[in-house]
């Protein structure tokens, strides 16, 4: 895919996020708790996350505009795994307005997101990677197909057990599952492999990756 960001400015028409873009930021991530949230929302400590960010204190938030509204936003952080002081950039949205879904702004925010970790690698004089994911059951397939197109498939997440907001959507999965699971039972390989859909389209992102660029 067409790399469409320049190395010292990033994306065209995606800008940094400043204090007085709170506002708006905290109402368009509550439309997207509303879409996706799993938990109760924090309003506090939504307000915190957009400042950590705004106020340069180890976040990052990308906005693009269309007129006087912030129509697509995506954020990042500056995060360390576990076991390692190795920095990386992780990404906790990436968000466009309902409205606008239709653009290229959610490509645009991934492209920038690329452009974060080459501009952060460049003045570490490191690797500074981006990691970013999908936590959804909405409009799943076409996110995995998207970024699938911009960056390698690495692993999965999983979630058992109801959340506050969204239980009857996991028990609906996992009957499905089960009744998947219960038709597939004693049958011979490889039929007793097949998984869920969604599974499938991931697995076959990362496989069309690894053949295009693992030699």
């Not at 906005?63 to 500056?78: H, L």
Request: hydrophobic share 40%; proline share 5%; with cysteine.
């Amino acid at each position: 895919m067409t790399v469409i960001y320049d190395r010292e400015t990033g994306v065209p028409g995606v800008r940094l996020a400043v204090p007085a873009d709170e506002a708006q930021i905290f109402t368009l991530l509550l439309m997207l708790h509303g879409e996706m949230g799993l938990f109760n929302v924090n309003h506090d400590k939504v307000l915190a996350g957009i400042r950590w960010a705004t106020e340069r204190k180890g976040g990052l938030i990308f906005c693009i505009d269309e007129g006087p509204r912030i129509v697509a936003t995506m954020a990042m952080t500056i995060a360390c795994e576990w076991y390692s002081d190795d920095e990386y950039l992780l990404e906790r949205w990436n968000f466009v307005h309902p409205q606008h879904r239709k653009s290229d702004y959610a490509r645009k925010l991934l492209e920038q997101s690329k452009w974060a970790s080459e501009w952060f690698s460049r003045e570490n004089k490191k690797n500074v990677p981006v990691m970013v994911g999908i936590n959804s059951f909405e409009r799943l397939e076409a996110k995995v197909r998207l970024y699938a197109r911009h960056f390698p498939c690495f692993g999965a997440y999983f979630l058992y057990g109801e959340t506050p907001l969204m239980g009857e959507k996991v028990r609906s999965e996992m009957r499905q599952i089960n009744e998947l699971n219960k038709k597939l039972s004693g049958q011979p390989s490889p039929a007793h492999r097949q998984v869920r859909p969604i599974v499938e389209t991931i697995l076959r992102a990362s496989s069309k990756w690894e053949e295009d660029h693992v030699r």
